[in-house]
Structure formats: C-alpha cells, structure tokens
C-alpha cells in the first residue's frame, strides 16, 4: 500500500508560478511511475504530465513548456512546476504512482492522493 500526500496548492495569478509536491510513503517509490493529473469542475480527470523510474517525462501538450514533473527518489517525493500560470489551469490536481503504461497514458496508476486546489484567477 502507498499513500500520497499532496501539497503547493493555491491562489496565484495569471503568469504566475506554483510548485506543487507530492509525497509517498513506502521503500518503493523508486520503482513505481509518477502522474499528475487534473480535473476541472464538470469534467474528466485528465494526464498533465508523467515521469518514469528512470526519470524520462511526458507532459499533455496543453502544458508543454510550461510545466516540469520531477522526482526525488531519497525523499520520495514528486514534483510539478507549473510557470505561466493561465485561468485554464485551475483544477483540482491530484498525484498516482503505478504502471508507467497506465500512469503515462491517461489511465492513472493504483494509488492516488486526495488533490490539492490550484486556482488561477485575478
């Protein structure tokens, strides 16, 4: 069993940047595949980004270039950078670790964390 605890959420302006983290409990999380995922009022929870073991990452092209997913393996923790923040990005975001072939392609993983608000508002 793996527990997910995110945190970073919040209130920010358009343009503005957020980190969110997400920290697991377990000896292996070096082993698991990391997502971040967002879902918006009315609508389906969607992939934003994904990161492998290895640490190779994909990203939903709506946030290209302007997010980062990273991960520390000795702290357990992942990480969303998000930069230039748009309107369009308020949602609820929630982390999963599992299967990089589900986490990466939209399925989510075996565990999921309770979320974290980010709202991106003037």
């Known amino acids: 069993q793996v527990q997910l605890v995110e945190s970073g959420g919040g209130l920010v302006q358009p343009g503005e940047s957020l980190r969110l983290s997400c920290a697991a409990s377990?000896?292996?999380?070096?082993?698991?595949?990391m997502g971040w995922y967002r879902q918006a009022p009315g609508k389906q929870r969607l992939l934003v980004a994904a990161?492998?073991?290895?640490?190779?990452?994909n990203y939903a092209d709506s946030v290209k270039g302007r997010f980062t997913i990273s991960r520390d393996n000795a702290k357990n923790t992942v990480y969303l950078l998000m930069d230039s923040l748009k309107p369009e990005d308020t949602a609820v975001y929630y982390c999963?670790?599992?299967?990089?072939?589900?986490?990466?392609?939209?399925?989510?993983?075996?565990?999921w964390g309770q979320g974290t608000q980010v709202t991106v508002s003037s």
């Open positions: 999963t670790a599992g299967p990089i072939r589900t986490v990466a392609t939209g399925r989510g993983g075996d565990y």
């Open positions: 377990g000896s292996a999380f070096r082993l698991y595949a």
């Open positions: 990161i492998a073991p290895n640490s190779d990452a």
